[in-house]
């Protein structure tokens, strides 16, 4: 049987399981909007029982207690009901975005192990895809509709089950890839929980608030902070399969949200499609998932009337590790305090944190390990449970962090550090492009180039050579010598992941490709660029 479905913790303690979550507001609020989709409305008393019902689908097909449980999806209610199902039956799920390749879903196919999979076919061509060539077979899905289910797995293995929710692996998450081979991330019940009930908290969410579900809950950023920590407040989820950005404005305009959290890329977007200023309900705004732009801050800021808040997290921390607080708006892109129960130390080259230095996290949303990786987890995770983030960070006066760039991303040239962010936001700041990206590559005498990126605005009057020309002469007046772009490469959209982020493997890749750096700035042509998804 299921793990019974109540979360067996005291009032205002997090319960040991994802359910738990669900259960307490089915209880108090059963006729209360959860979901919408396409229209519809589902209730919390009409989502628990959608998801008990999965879970005995699940023990039906045979999913034991430590089996994973593999759901290639785009965003929907089916999805949503299995992540907690998935849970009631004391499984793992592995959730996979359905845009990937081919190749990437078999490699996490076989490295799960999973016991068996489910694809939304009915949201998501691509998903259907996927199941068809996994020769999975239709099959009703929670709440009507249907979704493919492939064939068991009997060489599949179950892992050990805890009934301590911190030590017990609810979702198996594996990272986007873009540095090198995915690895997955193995997070605890209790690390979704604790960074859901944090981020609810921070939002200020209540019941009335209306939040939008375009980011994938394939991965952690939409997962955890936006459909957990919006169910957590007992608020309501409009999911979305894919952002758009006229209909997300028609949704801030016409259906009430309250809430909008986004990558930059998406608030790009909407600012192309939105009149300024925007009359609407919405109340936060958020950004997350990769850096912010100045510029792009104060752009949303003027054509909505509100503080665009800003944070930072990494799949290893289920993700969230420091925000911008509701009563504490920022006028920097500061991604804020270290949330509340978390511990962060910058160990720099003098231990002064106010210098750059490697970002290392401690506390109850930190991973488990990465699955079948041992010695890959030791690399980052220290016995004392402190997690090197591998991202380089300082801290303001007040404590605030401000993200400076990747160490794996880290640009040696002319024996100086060049951190491609500082060189992103010089770029990012001139008013005809939409967003940039910067790459090292091998140079001469064991130099490295720096190979900057971007993407024109929307209606912008320079374009190619001529933008290449004009971001030269800009970054020349505003960066010291060795920290100007060798060459600069102008592309009609840069390569993106589902979530927004920009694809900095394809784009070294291009970039070790180009020829050798030469005066001046340089574009090419859109055929020989990288396909955006």
Not at 490 to 518: D, F, H, I
């Amino acid at each position: 049987m299921p793990v019974p479905y109540t979360s067996r913790a005291e009032s205002g303690a997090l319960p040991e399981r994802l359910a738990g979550l669900l259960a307490r507001r089915a209880d108090d609020a059963p006729h209360a909007p959860a979901l919408r989709e396409a229209g519809r409305t589902v209730t919390y008393g009409q989502l628990r029982d959608a998801v008990q019902s999965t879970a005995e689908t699940l023990l039906a097909l045979g999913v034991r207690p430590g089996d994973r449980v593999l759901l290639v999806a785009e965003n929907c209610v089916a999805q949503v009901c299995l992540l907690f199902a998935a849970g009631l039956c004391d499984a793992w799920l592995v959730n996979v975005n359905a845009r990937l390749t081919a190749r990437e879903v078999d490699e996490i196919r076989a490295h799960s192990g999973a016991r068996v999979a489910f694809y939304t076919s009915d949201v998501s061509p691509d998903a259907a895809a996927h199941g068809h060539r996994h020769g999975a077979t239709a099959a009703p899905a929670p709440g009507g509709g249907s979704w493919l289910v492939g064939p068991i797995n009997d060489a599949a293995v179950p892992e050990p089950v805890h009934a301590d929710g911190a030590r017990q692996c609810a979702a198996l998450l594996y990272t986007s890839g873009t540095t090198g081979r995915p690895k997955g991330v193995m997070l605890s019940h209790r690390s979704l929980l604790y960074v859901a009930a944090v981020s609810s908290a921070l939002r200020g969410l209540v019941p009335r608030d209306r939040a939008y579900g375009a980011l994938p809950i394939s991965h952690v950023y939409g997962m955890t902070s936006v459909l957990l920590g919006t169910l957590y407040a007992g608020a309501c989820l409009h999911l979305v399969p894919r952002f758009a950005a006229a209909e997300l404005l028609r949704a801030v305009v016409e259906d009430g949200l309250t809430i909008v959290q986004g990558v930059p890329a998406m608030y790009t977007r909407l600012l192309e499609v939105a009149p300024a200023p925007v009359a609407a309900r919405l109340r936060f705004l958020y950004a997350g998932g990769s850096p912010l732009s100045p510029v792009l801050k104060a752009a949303v800021e003027a054509r909505f009337g509100l503080p665009l808040h800003n944070g930072y997290g990494l799949t290893e921390c289920a993700p969230t590790v420091s925000q911008s607080r509701l009563d504490a708006p920022r006028d920097d892109t500061s991604v804020g305090p270290p949330i509340p129960g978390v511990e962060v130390r910058i160990a720099g080259p003098d231990g002064d944190p106010a210098r750059p230095g490697e970002l290392w996290v401690r506390g109850p949303n930190v991973m488990l390990g990465y699955y079948r990786a041992p010695a890959e987890t030791a690399a980052v995770l220290d016995a004392d449970g402190w997690l090197n983030t591998g991202d380089v960070a300082r801290a303001g006066p007040d404590g605030a962090l401000f993200i400076v760039g990747r160490t794996k991303e880290l640009i040696v040239r002319s024996g100086f550090n060049v951190y491609p962010l500082e060189v992103e936001t010089v770029l990012n700041a001139h008013p005809d492009v939409a967003q940039s990206a910067v790459v090292g590559r091998p140079g001469a005498a064991g130099e490295e180039d720096v190979i900057a990126f971007a993407e024109p605005r929307a209606g912008s009057s320079l374009t190619g050579e001529a933008l290449a020309a004009a971001l030269a002469v800009h970054a020349a007046a505003q960066l010291a010598p060795y920290k100007r772009p060798a060459r600069i490469v102008v592309l009609p959209a840069l390569p993106a992941g589902p979530t927004g982020k920009v694809l900095k493997a394809a784009l070294r890749e291009l970039a070790c490709g180009l020829s050798a750096p030469g005066v001046g700035s340089s574009s090419i042509p859109a055929a020989s660029a990288p396909p955006a998804p």
